[in-house]
């Protein structure tokens, strides 16, 4: 199980890295300030999604399908479904 929950971990942030590179893109192509800015200034990016939405809203939705992969990987690695040694965690002092 250890193996699929890292086989769906990697499937999910390549689809998370893919997609943050195209949403990169979409703001340096407006032009090299909103650029630095979504890369640097915390909270730019989220505000230049919100505010240029036609452009980003297929770039930001299809990354959302990430989530259900790291939810899954997150559920199998911190509960017992993980396989033998994951209950051993559990009973150290």
């Known amino acids: 199980m250890g193996?699929?929950?890292?086989?769906?971990f990697v499937i999910g942030f390549i689809i998370l890295v893919f997609y943050?590179?195209?949403?990169?893109i979409i703001a340096f192509r407006e032009s090299t300030a909103w650029g630095l800015i979504y890369l640097f200034v915390p909270f730019g990016s989220l505000y230049y999604v919100v505010?240029?939405?036609q452009?980003?809203?297929s770039p930001f939705l299809k990354s959302l399908?990430?989530?259900p992969f790291i939810f899954f990987t997150f559920y199998v690695v911190t509960t017992g479904a993980g396989g033998p040694g994951y209950e051993m965690i559990d009973t150290l002092p």
């Not at 193996?3 to 769906?8: G, K, M, N, P, Q």
Request: glycine share 4%.
């Open 3 to 8: 193996t699929i929950a890292l086989v769906c």
């Open 20 to 24: 943050g590179i195209q949403l990169i």
């Open 65 to 67: 399908l990430a989530l």
């Open 55 to 57: 452009k980003c809203k």
């Open 51 to 53: 505010t240029r939405w």
